[in-house]
């Protein structure tokens, strides 16, 4: 069993900049492929951006160039920096660790509870 711990949110002003981390714990594998997605009010959950066990990356278009994801294999850890925050960035951010064991994206995951960002104009 696996466990993701997710922290960093909060509210912020737009403009603003925010790391979330998440840790997975328990019999981790490190070079599990590792995420973020967002759920707005309303909205359906939709991806942010992944990364490989190899250090692929990949970002949905509304976050180019504005957030940055990273990991520590050491700690079991991803990291989401989000720079240049906008309102429509509010939402309930949650870290996945996919189930593939060499590291790849399957899109079989194990989910955090998430974390919320709000951002206020």
């Known amino acids: 069993q696996r466990h993701l711990v997710e922290s960093g949110g909060g509210l912020v002003q737009a403009g603003g900049s925010l790391r979330l981390s998440c840790v997975a714990t328990a019999n981790t594998e490190a070079i599990n492929a590792m995420g973020w997605y967002r759920q707005a009010p309303g909205k359906e959950r939709e991806v942010v951006a992944t990364?490989?066990?190899?250090?692929?990356?990949n970002y949905n278009d509304s976050v180019k160039g504005r957030f940055t994801i990273s990991r520590d294999n050491g700690k079991n850890t991803v990291y989401l920096q989000m720079n240049n925050l906008k309102p429509e960035d509010t939402a309930d951010y949650y870290c996945?660790?996919?189930?593939?064991?060499?590291?790849?994206?399957?899109?079989?995951?194990?989910w955090g509870k998430g974390t919320q960002v709000t951002v206020s104009s």
């Open positions: 990364i490989t066990g190899s250090g692929t990356t």
């Open positions: 996945i660790l996919d189930l593939d064991p060499e590291g790849l994206l399957s899109g079989m995951y194990y």
